[in-house]
């Protein structure tokens, strides 16, 4: 039974860089800034050394190639349960 969280959303994220794809509960006021910060920590706690960007990796809209608004909240990149993010 799925759980309905009202202040998340359960997006679909893959990481090209892993090959790797994950079901990520994302926080919808959080900037997407902080969301990329969050994700990056779980990554390297999941995956371990195996995962170390040397710059800020960006969050796109797999549907569409379009780069989210690292300076706007989830809610406000119209990022849905459902959508397909990748993380580049």
């Not at 990520?24 to 371990?48: D, T």
């Amino acid at each position: 039974m799925l759980v309905m969280k009202m202040n998340k959303v359960l997006v679909k994220l893959y990481v090209p860089m892993l090959e790797a794809q994950f079901d990520v509960w994302l926080p919808i006021s959080r900037n997407i800034s902080k969301v990329i910060i969050l994700i990056v920590k779980a990554l390297r706690e999941f995956i371990g050394s195996e995962y170390n960007p040397k710059t800020m990796p960006m969050l796109y809209d797999k549907a569409t190639a379009k780069v989210y608004d690292i300076n706007a909240s989830v809610k406000d990149n119209n990022i849905r349960n459902g959508t397909e993010i990748i993380l580049i």
